[in-house]
């Protein structure tokens, strides 16, 4: 006998349903809105200012240059070209072989119509150029903004993400990493690597960041810059692990505005982050049984 449907039972599951929905985006709405407050205030502080006087002299590189630059020299964190250098008081060391990237080339020209009527032709190339990574130069220290490493245990958060990731078809490898990176994505967002060396904390933070690089960045990224892409990855990874109780807070703020973002640019990826990072939440809750920590 087939039982019978109790059409207020599913109404009510129904709204408890969309009740939990509207309060994790809510959750994570107000999360954005306490990291976009936070990394103003980075922003806003004189050393960050003393960092950006010499970052301005250093160009945003595309996403296609910035994945040539990483596949040539793993560990680049600044470049920028040789006569750039020079203006930064720091010369290239003799010997150092250049990581090379497409520099755009406008051109315009006037062109005669046939009705004797002038008009202006532009449009663009693109020719190899050659850039230079600061570990590859000698001079004095630019200024810097201290990012701190988390120093956390989130040993059942890690674990976690693991399956999370494995279920999402994305291997999940450890290493020790050279350079200032803890981890990277490869394979079209299909391999992860983190460098094993640091606590679970940070290695939960930072799986959290590749994970969010995976469902964004690699099969419909459009017009977007690396600081974008940087700045989107590390908004889900900080959601997540406040979520989940983890403080990321301090390290994600300062490397956002590392990367050039404000509250602006926040708010301006929010829809993408907070789709993003409840996805991940959602398969954390399911695969670890896990819940949110009370705010």
């Not at 032709?121 to 600061?134: C, L, P, S, T, Y």
């Not at 590392?258 to 602006?264: A, Q, R």
Request: one cysteine or more; a negative charge.
């Amino acid at each position: 006998m087939n039982a019978v449907e109790n059409p207020a039972r599913n109404a009510g599951e129904q709204r408890s349903g969309n009740d939990k929905v509207k309060e994790l985006r809510k959750r994570i709405d107000d999360s954005v809105d306490t990291l976009a407050k936070a990394v103003d205030e980075v922003r806003a502080s004189e050393t960050f200012r003393a960092f950006l006087t010499v970052q301005a002299r250093f160009h945003k590189y595309s996403w296609a240059n910035s994945l040539l630059i990483l596949s040539q020299r793993g560990d680049a964190t600044r470049v920028a070209g040789y006569r750039t250098w020079q203006s930064l008081g720091r010369q290239v060391r003799k010997g150092e072989h250049g990581i090379m990237i497409f520099a755009p080339c406008p051109w315009k020209r006037e062109r005669e119509r046939d009705n004797g009527e002038t008009e202006i032709e532009q449009g663009i190339f693109f020719r190899a150029v050659q850039v230079f990574d600061v570990g590859q130069t000698d001079g004095p220290e630019l200024p810097t903004v201290d990012v701190p490493l988390v120093d956390s245990d989130a040993t059942e958060l890690l674990a976690t993400l693991e399956r999370v990731a494995v279920k999402r078809g994305i291997a999940v490898t450890y290493q020790k990493l050279d350079g200032s990176r803890l981890g990277y994505t490869t394979d079209r967002g299909k391999s992860v690597v983190i460098d094993d060396t640091y606590t679970t904390g940070q290695r939960a933070k930072t799986l959290a960041h590749e994970l969010g690089h995976c469902a964004l960045h690699w099969e419909d990224r459009g017009p977007l810059t690396r600081s974008i892409a940087e700045l989107e990855a590390e908004s889900v990874a900080y959601v997540v692990c406040k979520h989940f109780g983890l403080d990321v807070e301090v390290r994600a703020s300062r490397y956002i505005a590392l990367w050039d973002g404000d509250s602006k640019s926040l708010r301006a990826s929010l829809e993408r982050i907070a789709n993003t990072s409840r996805e991940l939440i959602d398969d954390v809750e399911a695969d670890g049984n896990r819940k949110a920590v009370a705010a």
